[in-house]
Nanobody, 122 residues
Framework: QVQLVESGGGLVQPGGSLRLSCTAS????????IGWFRQGPEKEREGVSC????????YYADSVKGRFTISRDNAKNMVYLQMNSLKPEDTAVYYC???????????????WGQGTPVTVSS
């Protein structure tokens, strides 16, 4: 069965950086558009970023544009999210996902992992 495992979260000060990783098993990731979404306290699920299966197209939510970068390494069956200039409002559990849609301004997850928590606080 499909399994996605996120890692790399933790506690970071405002303005700091983190790099999240996602390892996929049970699927060949290069056939899927992939993305990251997050769920913060009292907040709705927010699609942070996504990338096409080939890596040629990317989308970022307005809230993270210029600060976050999504990438993938299909040979390693992994997905990454580089997060820079972190803000307290970025605090959330971050999930990587295969998409049930193509990557764009509106996308939906198909499968996702257990998440990795990110806390941005001084």
């Amino acid at each position: 069965q499909v399994q996605l495992v996120e890692s790399g979260g933790g506690l970071v000060q405002p303005g700091g950086s983190l790099r999240l990783s996602c390892t996929a098993s049970g699927i060949t990731l290069n056939y899927y558009d992939i993305g990251w979404f997050r769920q913060g306290p009292e907040k709705e699920r927010e699609g942070v970023s996504c990338m096409s299966s080939s890596g040629g197209s990317r989308y970022y939510a307005d809230s993270v544009k210029g600060r976050f970068t999504i990438s993938r390494d299909n040979a390693k069956n992994m997905v990454y999210l580089q997060m820079n200039s972190l803000k307290p409002e970025d605090t959330a559990v971050y999930y990587c996902a295969t998409l049930s849609t193509t990557c764009g301004s509106r996308w939906y997850p198909g499968s996702w992992g257990q998440g990795t928590p990110v806390t941005v606080s001084s």
